[in-house]
């Protein structure tokens, strides 16, 4: 098993800057040697989209894909801070995103 997938199993918490015109690219990622889990944030048209692929002591996959909002490729820096919670009660995953800076400020959840 994984770091990752431990990590995610319980809880992961990040925080990163970055500032960029460009409306497409990798700003963080991460996996295990064989990529079967993996976590990547990356810009897609401007919007800051995180995806994590963990994979469960059965071998089951699991993908938690979130989008932010709004478009963050103004050149203005952006401080993103993530939480990916398991909640072992509800057997489900809790994503929350805030992206501060620039002309926007704000928080999104995901409950999957």
Do not use: P, W
């Not at 989209?49 to 979130?66: A, H, K, N, P």
């Amino acid at each position: 098993m994984s770091i990752l997938t431990l990590l995610i199993q319980s809880e992961l918490k990040m925080s990163f800057k970055f500032k960029t015109k460009n409306t497409d690219g990798t700003l963080v990622y991460f996996s295990n040697n064989d990529e079967s889990d993996f976590l990547r944030i990356s810009l897609v048209d401007g919007y800051v989209r995180l995806i994590v692929t963990i994979t469960d002591y059965q071998g089951s996959t699991e993908v938690l894909e979130f989008d932010s909002y709004y478009s963050h490729a103004d050149g203005q820096e952006h401080q993103v801070d993530i939480i990916i919670e398991n909640d072992e009660r509800d057997d489900c995953k809790a994503v929350e995103m805030t992206i501060t800076g620039g002309a926007s400020s704000y928080t999104d959840y995901n409950f999957d």
